[in-house]
């Protein structure tokens, strides 16, 4: 398996089909469709960011501040909202929703919906690089070696404020960045298109 899809494409298919200590009926299928699913789907989201990396725009993002675009507002509530989940869940020892919510996010929110309709923005491309680089945070424990691929990737042309994710601190879940009223007017929109 691990000679077929990966490691860490093998571990997330453990982390997402069940809770880690309950039966697991095994399928190939089914880590294939995680591999093509949310690790390519990943993965395709940094390609997308390396194609333009030299651009002045991406890297122009500084953490802490707010965006401006409503779009770019709507993906930046996304992350703070996953962030909190992300943490609250690993906290209580539940892999498995953790898991499950970053792999939505990833493949619904941020590659379907946000990064579709931002493509042609270039001003995007630094929220798009701290987007990744929160999520390389949020990953490293389900997927050590992606997580660090990813920051690595993400910081080429640049020192990185430390050699590895590994040693990063976790990131904080800011509620003041989580806006409701406009989760819930994007998910309107999202349902009528």
């Given at each position: 398996?691990?000679?077929?899809?990966?490691?860490?494409?093998?571990?997330?298919?453990?982390?997402?089909?069940?809770?880690?200590?309950d039966?697991?009926?095994?399928?190939?299928?089914?880590?294939?469709?995680?591999?093509?699913?949310?690790?390519?789907?990943?993965?395709?989201?940094?390609?997308?960011?390396?194609?333009?990396?030299?651009?002045?725009?991406?890297?122009?993002?500084?953490?802490?501040?707010?965006?401006?675009?409503?779009?770019?507002r709507?993906?930046?509530?996304?992350?703070?909202?996953?962030?909190?989940?992300?943490?609250?869940?690993?906290?209580?020892?539940?892999?498995?929703?953790?898991?499950?919510?970053?792999?939505?996010?990833?493949?619904?929110?941020?590659?379907?919906?946000?990064?579709?309709?931002?493509?042609?923005?270039?001003?995007?491309?630094?929220?798009?690089?701290?987007?990744?680089?929160?999520?390389?945070?949020?990953?490293?424990?389900?997927?050590?070696?992606?997580?660090?691929?990813?920051?690595?990737?993400?910081?080429?042309?640049?020192?990185?404020?430390?050699?590895s994710?590994?040693?990063?601190?976790?990131?904080?879940?800011?509620?003041?960045?989580?806006?409701?009223?406009?989760?819930?007017?994007?998910?309107?929109?999202?349902?009528?298109?």
């Amino acid at each position: 398996v691990i000679d077929s899809v990966g490691v860490d494409t093998a571990r997330w298919y453990f982390y997402t089909v069940n809770s880690p200590g309950d039966p697991k009926n095994f399928s190939m299928k089914e880590v294939r469709e995680r591999m093509t699913g949310f690790m390519m789907t990943l993965e395709n989201c940094v390609k997308f960011w390396e194609l333009y990396a030299d651009a002045p725009s991406a890297r122009n993002f500084s953490h802490g501040k707010k965006p401006v675009h409503e779009l770019d507002r709507w993906i930046f509530s996304r992350l703070y909202r996953l962030i909190g989940l992300t943490t609250e869940r690993l906290e209580a020892y539940d892999l498995t929703v953790a898991a499950r919510a970053i792999e939505q996010f990833v493949v619904d929110d941020l590659s379907q919906w946000w990064l579709r309709r931002s493509r042609k923005r270039q001003e995007s491309l630094g929220l798009l690089r701290f987007v990744l680089l929160e999520l390389a945070k949020l990953i490293a424990p389900f997927a050590p070696f992606m997580a660090e691929d990813l920051h690595i990737r993400l910081h080429r042309g640049s020192s990185p404020k430390s050699q590895s994710i590994h040693f990063h601190d976790w990131p904080a879940a800011d509620a003041s960045f989580v806006e409701d009223a406009l989760e819930a007017q994007m998910t309107q929109l999202r349902e009528w298109i």
